[in-house]
C-alpha cells in the first residue's frame, strides 16, 4: 500500500536528521536524487547529458537550494547549467557558492535549454505563482522536472488557482505528498528519492494492484453460491433499463455468488445474464447480502419507498445517483445508519448533499461528510477519493479519463455492491472497486499492449471487469 504524507509530517521526520547534521547534509541528498533523474531525462530524450543545457529555476529557501546543489551536480557531469534567481537577494547562500563553484552561470531568461528544473518553491508553497515567475514558466518548451512539488500546486490539497507548473517529472524528496495523486496532471511522473526519513503513519494511502488483489473475492473449494456474497441490484426503469443491465453485469462480472435483481427492468437483465434471479421489488427478492442502489432509478415516490425500505435493513447498502439524490432531500434516511454504507457521488451529487462543492480540498470536504454522516464517501473523479467515518483516506488515481463515459458509474455501483455482499468492509471494497474499475477503463481503451485503441462506452468497460480482476490476482501470485 502506497502512503502520502502531508507537508507536516514530512517537516517533523526530517527535523532529526537536520539536528543531527552535519549542515546541508540533507539538503545534499535530495539533491544528489534529484540530479540523477534529470540526467535520466536527458538519457532519455537526447541520448547523453555532456554539453547538453539545463535551467534551474531557483526560488528563495531551501526547494531553491536543492536545486541549486542539484546544478552544481549535474555540471560536475559535464552539463552546462544556468540558473535564474527570481529572488537574488533570498537564494540559498550555500547552494548558491556550490553552483558558482562548479561552474554554473546566472542568467536573467531561461534560454532555449534541453530540460528546466523547477525549484521555485517547495512544500511551504502556497497560491499560484507570482507574476514574474509566471512569465517565465509560460515562455518555456522544453520538458520540466519539478523539485518535490510543482510550483503553483498546493502540496496539500492537490487545488490549483491560478499559473502553476506542469511537470513531465516529480522528484518526490523523502515522501509522496498529498498533492502527488491529487494533481497528476501537474506533478507528471512521481519519483520517490529516498534522504532516510523515519515516517509516520501516512495521511493518505493508496491500494497498489497487489493489494486489490490479495483482498479481491475468489472463491475456494469449501464455498457455496451464498459464502461467496449475495448483492441485491435495485438500478434501472423503463425509462433508464441500460442502468439495470450495467449494474447487474457489473455485479456478475465481480464474482458474486448470486445476484438478485429487483426492478422494472426484469426481463431485459435476466435476457443478458440469465444467472440473475429477477423480482419486481426489494420486498420479494429474497435473501441478499448488500444492496447496490439507484442507478437509473428515479426519484419518485416508488423509488424513495424502495431506499427507505433497503436503509432500514441491516445489511450493507451502496447509494448511487439517483439515489442520491433522494438522499439529498431526505439525509434521515441515512445519517447515523448502524450498518455499513457507502455513497459515491460525483462533484455534482456530492454538492447536492452537502450544499457545497467538494473544492478546493476535496479530501477535507470527503472526511467531512464522511464523519457527520456516519457513512463511507466514494468521490469520484480521476483522482478518487474515499473517506471512512473514522478520518481513514485512500485515493485511486484512474491514471486517465477512460472511465469518465455515461453508464461508467452504474458500473462502480455493481462491482461494488458485489464486494460489500462478499463481506468486505466499505473502505476497502471502494478502494478495490475503484482500482479495478479503473484498470477495466484503461483496459477497455488501449488493450493489453497499452497502445491506445478507442475512446470506450461503459458496454465495453464492463466487459473488460473480469480482465482487470485477472490482471490484479495475477500481481498478486507474483508477489
Known amino acids: ?33 534529484l540530479a540523477a533523474v534529470v540526467v535520466g531525462e536527458l538519457i532519455a530524450a537526447v541520448g547523453g547529458v555532456v ?81 514574474d515567475a509566471a512569465e517565465l514558466v509560460a515562455g518555456i518548451e522544453a520538458p520540466i522536472v ?27 524528496f523523502g515522501a509522496r505528498k498529498p498533492a502527488h495523486v491529487l494533481a497528476v496532471p501537474y506533478c507528471g511522473r512521481i519519483e520517490l528519492v529516498d534522504i532516510g526519513l523515519d515516517l509516520p503513519a501516512p495521511s493518505i494511502t493508496a491500494y497498489e494492484p497487489s493489494d486489490v488483489g490479495a483482498l479481491w473475492p475468489i472463491p475456494t473449494a469449501e464455498d457455496d453460491k451464498y459464502s461467496q456474497g449475495v448483492v441485491g441490484i435495485a438500478a434501472g426503469s423503463e425509462r433508464y433499463p441500460g442502468a439495470a443491465l450495467l449494474c447487474a453485469g457489473a455485479a456478475v462480472a465481480a464474482t458474486s455468488g448470486m445476484v438478485r435483481y429487483a426492478g422494472s427492468a426484469a426481463a431485459e437483465v435476466v435476457s443478458h445474464y440469465p444467472e ?25 415516490d416508488a423509488s424513495k419507498h424502495w431506499l427507505a425500505d433497503i436503509l432500514s435493513s441491516d445489511l450493507p447498502v451502496v447509494v448511487d445517483a439517483d439515489g ?79 472511465a469518465s463515459t455515461a453508464g461508467s458509474g452504474d458500473v462502480l455501483s455493481g462491482i461494488l455492491g458485489a464486494l460489500l455482499a462478499a463481506g468486505l468492509d466499505p473502505s476497502a471494497a471502494a ?15 488501449h488493450g493489453v499492449d497499452g497502445e491506445f485503441a478507442a475512446p470506450i462506452s461503459a458496454s465495453p468497460l464492463l466487459a473488460a471487469v473480469p480482465d482487470a480482476i485477472r490482471i490484479v490476482r495475477s500481481v498478486t501470485s507474483r508477489v
Not at 148 to 157: A, F, L, R
Not at 369 to 381: D, F, M, R
Not at 435 to 444: G, I, K, N, P
Request: proline letters at 7%; hydrophobic letters at 45%.
Open 324 to 402: 442520491l439524490s433522494i438522499l439529498a432531500a431526505a439525509p434521515e434516511l441515512v445519517r447515523g445508519r448502524s450498518a455499513p454504507t457507502l455513497l459515491t457521488p460525483h462533484a455534482g451529487e456530492f454538492e447536492r448533499l452537502t450544499g457545497a462543492a467538494p473544492v478546493p480540498d476535496r479530501v477535507s470536504s470527503v472526511r467531512s461528510l464522511a464523519s457527520e454522516w456516519g457513512v463511507t464517501v466514494l468521490l469520484k473523479g480521476r483522482a478518487t477519493v474515499i473517506a471512512g467515518p473514522d478520518g481513514t483516506v485512500h485515493i485511486n488515481d484512474a491514471g486517465g479519463s477512460a
Open 276 to 300: 440473475v434471479v429477477a423480482a419486481a421489488d426489494p420486498h420479494s427478492a429474497g435473501r441478499v447480502q448488500a444492496w447496490a442502489v439507484g442507478p437509473g432509478f428515479g426519484t419518485g
Open 431 to 445: 478502494a478495490c472497486g475503484a482500482r479495478v474499475h479503473a484498470l477495466a477503463a484503461s483496459t477497455a481503451a
Open 51 to 131: 554539453g547538453r543545457e539545463v535551467c534551474v529555476l531557483v526560488g528563495s529557501g531551501d526547494n531553491g537550494g536543492d536545486g541549486l546543489w542539484a546544478g552544481a551536480m549535474l555540471r560536475r557531469r559535464g552539463v552546462a547549467v544556468n540558473a535564474v534567481l527570481l529572488k537574488p537577494d533570498r537564494a540559498h547562500a550555500e547552494g548558491l557558492a556550490a553552483f558558482r563553484r562548479a561552474g554554473g552561470r546566472i542568467v536573467t531568461r531561461p534560454g532555449n535549454p534541453d530540460l528546466v528544473v523547477d525549484a521555485i518553491v517547495g512544500i511551504s508553497g502556497q497560491g499560484p505563482l507570482r507574476p
Open 1 to 33: 500500500m502506497r502512503g502520502y504524507y502531508t507537508p507536516d509530517q514530512v517537516r517533523d521526520a526530517e527535523r532529526p536528521l537536520l539536528d543531527a547534521g552535519p549542515s546541508g547534509a540533507l539538503m545534499r541528498r535530495a539533491a544528489h536524487g
Open 146 to 172: 519539478a523539485a518535490d512539488i510543482p510550483s503553483g500546486v498546493d502540496p496539500e490539497t492537490g487545488a490549483v488557482d491560478g499559473p502553476a507548473v506542469r511537470a513531465v517529472v516529480t522528484v518526490a
